[in-house]
């Protein structure tokens, strides 16, 4: 392979740069039909799930349709969106904020040879290219992290434990037969770079073992003071200590009942590696929501505090999530997102109810705020 | 402080650190107590520009750096 | 076709309804390896298939094969590349440099097909072919290529496509936004314009590390809260109104009468019975604001919260008021280290008119204190804490409001200032031994 230059000069890289030009304005890509339209919308309307009929004061029609898929996307399949949205869409196509294609169509037949075409479109091992739905009360795409596909401190694979998820799932993201819309995310470590903190489930990779150290390499690879100082709970300490073959060399400690597990260190020095075949697996949370619908914002809690991570299929956490969304969507009312469930019938009932299990691992004991998710009150109900 | 001077004590002050070649923007804040944090921040930035100093991230955090200084160039293979 | 290595684990992954990213990564692998453009690749051909081979050894150990690079980059930029390098690069030496790029989104994930294209010809010769449709924060993440193309993919995005990295590290990340007015009748500003603009007014802060930690912007057009920006960004921006809600008598009672679908459809999936206005409106409105006497619709406007769930329920009916405008909040983050913690509200409702210069003098006021008084890796919302809401309140010029606050505190341990208490705080022990012996 050829290097080919893109005129850029590794001599003189100030020469005709380009800085701080910023993204393209989102406003240049819009449809014709949105341009006209911009702020003028009278309502919508989820004619079947995923597909959205959005109507215009000025009587104009719009109509999505939203397609599942997945947020990791070769060319190749932007390629075929490409395809599609220029032979029904005018050339112009977007995504939604949980990873959804969404094709943007000014008429109900058009919309409906669309969605014919893209429920044909299948992948060699049966699955859908795209997948129709992610409206209403039902489930979304799962918003996800990187995983073992390309992060250094992952506890586990973020696409896999997806698709897995998503597998199981997938008659609830093609229907809106849910008590409310459920939020499903991941994060596949504590850092959260994906927020999955206020998620009806959140899927959540921990390790639970502290870093190992490679003594006799750290002082060549890495600066101590660095590791030391990348550790949010100081329990990173300077030592020396003595390897086999009788040298002394500079090297850390860690304070291992002090350690958090978040692989900072791990980012500063690759002599401080914490991956873990048995250590590290799936945290489940729920309960928590973004919207202020109804009731406030809300976080997610702690519902199972491990599973083992099964490749390639990850079979109990898929059925842990199963059940929590088939007892909820059994039991909750209409319009309430499964954390206010949870909390009309009481934390105890949900475990009664979804027969989790209830550890102490449940249980708060980090710092502070702790103290409040106690219970202060003789209300509670037996199970 | 006028400029080069500024620059010249940050450089002379992060020659003398052993053991530790990456520092964060509230290190050089230290240096120049005289000045505002903006006007560090301004003049660091300026000093990668410049190709005296470079930027090491976490991803998360961004940490600065003599030029080619310190032990992470070799772990990372860069150079 | 025969890939370089067997992925018997990932290759459970390809059946099952929902779209597999193993197919997906193959498909491409199969493209590069075919190359019937003849694409000069700058990049490993085989990346793709090594990148599957060393997910598959990820699913066998269980552990990541990744390591973190902190010095790549593109020059003068300290955001928008993360730096990734494989822990076997002997066995996969596709992917031995494999770094990140963050491009940054066009508002509303907008794009034409044309744009699109170009992105997919310049990642498909010097990187991977893969990406991201999109990243937790909003960018185009372009998946995987080596050091030597970054500088050339910057510059040919800046000259050929007009376009610009996003930001990591200690930078302003990239700021994201709601569909909001582009297709939503629920949006109250333009979430999309002031996305746009504060991005750019902030395009020094975007790439050149400024601030002690990460600091995110966020704008949702209504409290439906579609970006998360409450749970998750620094300075978080709603859109609310503060004059009355829109009702239309004749879509009440359509929607009553059973002639309109309730929930815009949302619930169609299941047998709920008739719709029930009382029930499903009336009775789960937070703040028992409204009545209906089966002839008219009334809502006692102030006594409202704008939770939206009635409009949510008739959006044929209801409407957001005309007097819109945005309620910031601040402080938003993950859990890490303390815990997490949502946005608390700062200025109830603000205008949102263009050049903005309420918002850019907030916005700065707030970075001024941050950067002075933050911590190295404390966000904006830890540092409140630390510091208080009174700091707060000093820095920024705000009024205090009851607004500000879920109640007032429990304990009267009020840190009194000297010139707050008549007299101040020096005294006369002299005179006051006048009257009180020793």
């Keep these: ?383 | 402080m006028d400029e080069e001077a500024a620059k010249k004590l940050i450089v002379e002050t992060l020659e003398k650190k052993k053991g530790k070649s990456k520092f964060y923007l509230k290190d050089f804040y230290k240096m120049l107590p005289d000045e505002k944090s903006r006007t560090v921040k301004n003049l660091v930035n300026k000093m990668v520009q410049e190709g005296m100093l470079e930027y090491w991230s976490s991803g998360s955090t961004t940490l600065y750096g003599l030029k080619g200084v310190g032990k992470q160039a070799g772990a990372e293979h860069e150079e | 076709m025969e890939f370089k290595h067997k992925t018997p684990l990932l290759d459970q992954l390809e059946t099952g309804p929902w779209p597999s990213f193993v197919t997906d990564i193959k498909q491409e692998a199969e493209s590069r390896k075919k190359n019937e453009k003849n694409i000069e690749y700058q990049i490993p051909v085989d990346c793709c298939e090594d990148l599957l081979g060393v997910l598959e050894l990820s699913y066998v150990h269980k552990r990541t094969h990744w390591k973190h690079g902190g010095i790549v980059g593109v020059f003068g930029y300290g955001g928008g590349v993360i730096g990734r390098y494989c822990d076997q690069p002997e066995m996969f030496p596709g992917v031995a440099h494999f770094h990140t790029l963050r491009v940054n989104q066009p508002a509303g994930h907008f794009y034409t097909t044309e744009y699109l294209e170009k992105l997919c010809d310049l990642w498909e010769r010097r990187g991977s072919g893969l990406t991201n449709m999109h990243g937790s924060t909003g960018d185009i993440i372009f998946l995987g290529t080596t050091t030597e193309q970054l500088e050339e993919i910057f510059y040919e995005m800046t000259h050929n496509l007009d376009q610009d990295l996003g930001g990591s590290g200690s930078n302003l990340r990239t700021p994201s936004d709601c569909m909001g007015e582009s297709m939503c009748e629920f949006a109250c500003y333009d979430t999309q314009a002031l996305c746009y603009d504060l991005t750019m007014e902030y395009q020094d802060e975007l790439h050149r590390p400024a601030f002690p930690y990460k600091f995110k912007f966020k704008f949702d057009g209504c409290p439906n809260c579609c970006v998360a920006s409450i749970a998750r960004a620094d300075l978080s921006f709603i859109g609310i109104w503060r004059d009355d809600i829109r009702i239309d008598q004749e879509a009440v009672k359509a929607y009553v009468g059973g002639e309109l679908v309730p929930n815009a459809g949302a619930h169609a999936g299941r047998d709920w019975g008739k719709f029930d206005i009382q029930k499903e409106v009336i009775d789960l409105c937070p703040t028992k604001c409204m009545r209906w006497d089966g002839e008219k619709l009334e809502i006692n406007n102030p006594e409202c919260t704008r939770c939206m769930h009635c409009i949510n329920v008739m959006p044929r009916a209801l409407r957001i008021g005309n007097d819109r405008g945005v309620c910031l909040l601040a402080g938003a983050k993950a859990p890490i280290l303390h815990g997490a913690q949502m946005s608390t509200l700062i200025v109830p409702f603000m205008k949102v008119e263009e050049p903005y210069d309420e918002i850019k003098e907030l916005i700065e006021k707030l970075w001024d204190w941050w950067m002075e008084e933050g911590l190295n890796r404390e966000r904006l919302g830890e540092l409140m804490k630390r510091q208080g809401f009174q700091k707060l309140l000093e820095v920024t010029g705000l009024k205090p409001i009851p607004q500000m606050i879920q109640e007032p505190r429990s304990n009267p341990y009020i840190f009194w200032k000297e010139e707050e208490v008549p007299g101040g705080f020096k005294r006369d022990i002299k005179e006051f031994r006048k009257y009180h012996q020793r």
């Design chain 1, 1 to 383: 392979m050829a290097f080919i230059s893109s005129g850029y000069d590794p001599e003189n890289p100030l020469k005709d740069r380009i800085t701080d030009i910023g993204p393209r304005k989102g406003s240049e890509f819009y449809p014709p039909i949105i341009k006209k339209n911009k702020g003028k919308w009278l309502y919508h309307e989820i004619l079947e799930p995923g597909i959205i009929k959005r109507v215009a004061e000025s009587g104009d029609e719009l109509y999505t349709i939203r397609a599942g898929g997945c947020r990791l996307m070769s060319v190749s399949l932007i390629r075929e969106i490409i395809s599609i949205a220029d032979k029904y869409c005018d050339g112009y196509v977007r995504w939604t904020t949980r990873n959804n294609v969404e094709f943007m169509v000014d008429s109900k037949e058009k919309a409906m040879s669309l969605k014919e075409d893209l429920l044909s479109r299948k992948q060699p091992g049966g699955c859908y290219k795209f997948p129709i739905g992610g409206t209403g009360a039902g489930i979304t795409n799962i918003v996800h992290t990187q995983g073992w596909i390309h992060c250094h401190t992952p506890a586990t694979d973020a696409s896999g434990t997806v698709k897995a998820t998503l597998d199981v799932l997938f008659d609830d993201f093609t229907n809106m037969k849910l008590p409310a819309k459920l939020r499903i995310s991941m994060a596949c470590c504590l850092n959260m770079c994906g927020a999955v903190h206020c998620s009806d489930i959140a899927i959540l990779g921990y390790h639970r073992k502290p870093p190992m150290i490679d003594h006799e390499y750290i002082d060549k690879l890495c600066e101590i003071p660095l590791a030391i100082a990348a550790c949010p709970t100081g329990a990173i300490k300077p030592a020396k200590v003595e390897l086999e073959d009788g040298t002394t060399v500079k090297s850390v400690a860690v304070n291992e009942e002090r350690c958090m597990f978040c692989g900072n260190c791990y980012t500063m020095c690759p002599s401080m590696p914490l991956a873990d075949t048995e250590g590290d697996g799936i945290v489940l949370l729920a309960g928590g929501k973004i919207s202020n619908r109804i009731t406030a914002p809300k976080f997610s809690k702690v519902v199972v505090a491990f599973i083992p991570n099964e490749t390639p299929r990850w079979p109990t956490m898929t059925e842990t999530i199963k059940k929590m969304v088939d007892t909820y969507a059994a039991d909750a009312r209409k319009y309430e997102r499964f954390g206010d469930w949870a909390e009309r019938i009481g934390w105890e009932k949900f475990f009664e109810k979804t027969g989790l299990e209830f550890t102490h691992h449940l249980i708060d004991d980090f710092r502070d705020p702790a103290y409040y998710t106690w219970r202060q009150t003789t209300q509670f109900k037996f199970t």
